[in-house]
């Protein structure tokens, strides 16, 4: 048989042909795309014709599109769908693809051209799109090192090289890691405060794996997560605990401390050779933030009015457990466990009450439903598209014409071949093309809890959050409307990317929209109201700490990636960098041998490196925007179309500011987030 990633795909969308790739056909696939993107490079540059938008900006935008699709399949599958072959298949080509877009950047014939078009711009009759696209492509070649000379342009690609390497390493000891423990329970009465189906799944993964007279339990999100809220044993949730967080920090061959090094220490010496003091600056300087002491001082001020109620809050628990007669020291393991019981007791709430009411089919079809509503798409499920595993299903997403405007894939559950986590990604971006919309193809994968025997899969509110949120960012890419791909959908600032998902998270808290779609699966009854008024209220049931949490992790973040090469070379001690990071927010003892920088794959495997802080920057942006749905109906057409046709559609077209504000009216105030936390 041939290798489909060699020619055009004759299916439908032309989706992968996910079925009739095969592990072997990657590295060829991968290898022939490479030579034909440099022949299409080495094209421009020889072009006889002076440099023009059209002959060099656009046709390096047009480049290497067989490329982009083959590498975007292979490094999809490796996140949601990996095996050992497949991974060294990735390590073998991440090299290869880091060397030749450095090659590129950094070819200084292609950049003379492209610096030539620049130099021109104000000459030319340029849309503000390609305007857009000609500052990018000219600043891209900079901050890629094109200007450097000799030896140090060299040593920026060697650098790049070895990061894509690194990170592709990090990630894969933590999957290893995170499937290599199994909590093996044989006494019956070690399950005890454990709900009915997080013993019923745990029971079937025991039969599964052979041990059916056992209960098995993980350390994947839907088996980890209930265990730590819901055992009584305390003993055995300090042992899961220490398990996830000593999670690559044992000093073998999984161990992920020597990468940090080496990656702290690439990032600072690759920013110092650009000039810049540290990556974080390098980083920020394409951000809304601009610069490091801006997002200090955004985290910082965030801390000072959360911090003091974080104690608070801690305290609460500690006398919660003196209360019920409990002779102990608030640990990280007894955090989760007597929250949801004071919870439980404060609003008459827990997940086990929440969850009959959504069922994962029933969420799906109620944020399809808000996305109607608000955006006039409906979306049909058809069987007939490819997919790359029998848990995902794929769906025609068409608008108010019944044009189909995107495909979208849905992936739910965890599986062995599966990173942690939910995330949006693209198998193919929208762009205009000859005067047609190429139509997008986005993809959620997420690690919800699945069904079990006796249960069909019944979401945690927070899970409910979690869908809503990764469909807010598969909005963003299906709703894309712009003319280049590189400016499409999702490829925005980093600290602006995150409006569009956290703002959907809102709608989950509304009667007018829960009454879509959250039924009771026996019953059929509809969420009472006084229920959705409890899970309003418990909203801010221990905010601040949570608040807290994720500015610790802000500020962990910036602390590796503001070294300068000189203060990166000093440390040589993770995790006696990292306590010194948390020290000013720690509200637990200290528990040995854990470490969280170690699986920190946001930062050091993924987009978030000097980025961490954009969750938080883009909670003040979601909150500010949701509050003028609030104000003129959450679900009013014109503020949605507002939102589509300003936010949405636009991509990294214009600067992210200037797009909120033509939403908006005006720029973001803090005020909405610090009422919706309850910190004011």
């Keep these: ?25 990657y590295s060829e696939g991968i290898d022939k795309a490479l030579e034909e993107a440099k022949k299409e490079i080495d094209e421009i540059i020889n072009n006889d014709e002076d440099p023009s938008f059209e002959n060099t900006i656009e046709a390096l935008e047009s480049s290497g599109e067989k490329l982009s699709r083959n590498a ?42 492209v610096k030539a078009v620049y130099l021109k711009k104000d000459e030319l009759d340029l849309s503000d799109e390609q305007k857009k696209l000609l500052d990018e492509t000219y600043l891209d070649f900079v901050r890629r090192g094109v200007e450097l000379e000799g030896d140090k342009k060299e040593r920026f690609k060697e650098i790049s090289v070895e990061l894509s390497k690194i990170s592709l390493t990090f990630s894969e000891n933590l999957l290893a890691e ?141 006398a919660y457990i003196k209360s019920l007669g409990h002779d102990i020291e608030l640990q990280r393991w007894d955090w989760a466990y007597y929250s949801e019981k004071l919870r439980k007791e404060k609003y008459e709430l827990d997940d086990e009450l929440v969850k009959p009411y959504f069922k994962l089919e029933n969420v799906i079809e109620g944020v399809f439903t808000t996305a109607e509503k608000l955006f006039g798409i409906t979306f049909r499920s058809n069987e007939e ?94 709703l894309a409307d712009t003319t280049y791909q590189s400016l499409s959908g999702t490829s925005v600032y980093w600290d602006f990317v995150e409006l569009p998902s956290q703002i959907m998270e809102n709608w989950c808290y509304e009667k007018e929209c829960l009454d879509m779609f959250a039924k009771h699966y026996e019953t059929g009854e509809l969420i009472p109201a006084d229920l959705v008024e409890r899970i309003k209220k418990s909203s801010t049931y221990h905010e601040a700490y949570a608040t807290v949490r994720q500015l610790s992790f802000g500020l962990l973040d910036m602390g590796w990636h503001s070294l300068s090469p000189e203060e990166a070379n000093k440390i040589t001690d993770v995790g006696a960098f990292e306590h010194d990071a948390f020290a000013s927010t720690e509200l637990f003892p200290k528990v040995g041998g854990t470490n969280m920088s170690v699986q920190f794959a946001h930062i050091f495997a993924g987009g978030y490196a000097a980025g961490y802080y954009s969750y938080k920057w883009a909670e003040v942006l979601d909150a500010d925007a949701f509050s003028l749905f609030q104000q003129n109906g959450v679900f009013d057409k014109k503020t949605a179309n507002s939102f589509k046709e300003n ?13 909120y504000k033509k939403f908006r009216g005006q720029e973001p105030t803090p005020e909405a987030l610090l009422k919706r936390a309850g910190l004011v």
């Design 1 to 25: 048989m041939s290798n489909p990633l060699l020619s055009t795909f004759n299916t439908k969308y032309e989706l992968p042909p996910f079925s009739k790739i095969t592990t072997d056909d």
């Design 72 to 113: 975007s399949i292979l490094f999809n599958l490796n996140s949601a769908e990996t095996s050992d072959d497949l991974q060294k298949i990735a390590q073998e080509v991440s090299p290869k693809l880091s060397a030749f877009n450095s090659e590129v950047k950094q070819d200084s014939r292609l950049f003379e051209r």
């Design 178 to 318: 995170t499937n290599g423990f199994e909590l093996v329970i044989e006494d019956e009465g070690d399950l005890s405060g454990l709900p009915e189906d997080v013993k019923g799944r745990a029971k079937e993964l025991a039969i599964k794996k052979g041990k059916p007279e056992a209960w098995i339990f993980t350390l994947q999100a839907p088996s980890y997560i209930p265990f730590m809220e819901y055992a009584d044993n305390r003993e055995l949730r300090e042992k899961m605990y220490r398990a996830y967080m000593t999670k690559c920090f044992k000093g073998d061959d999984r161990d992920n401390q020597e990468l940090i090094l080496k990656t702290i220490r690439l990032k600072a010496e690759m920013a110092a050779l650009l000039g810049y003091s540290s990556f974080a600056h390098y980083i920020l300087e394409q951000r809304m933030a601009e610069s490091p002491d801006t997002v200090s001082e955004f985290l910082n001020d965030l801390m000072d009015k959360s911090l003091p109620k974080a104690k608070e809050e801690v305290e609460e628990i500690k």
């Design 385 to 478: 598209l490819e997919v790359y595993h029998e848990d995902v299903k794929a769906y025609e997403v068409l608008d108010e014409t019944g044009e189909v405007v995107a495909v979208f894939l849905t992936d739910f559950f965890p599986r062995d071949g599966k990173r942690g986590g939910a995330w949006m990604t693209s198998y193919r971006n929208q762009c205009n093309r000859d005067g047609k919309r190429v139509v997008p193809q986005v993809s959620i994968v997420c690690n919800f809890t699945p069904s079990s025997a006796n249960h069909p899969s019944l979401l945690k509110f927070n899970e409910v959050t979690t869908l809503f949120h990764e469909f807010g960012h598969a909005l963003h890419g299906m």
């Design 647 to 659: 936010i949405l559609s636009k991509g990294g077209t214009e600067h992210p500011m200037e797009l």
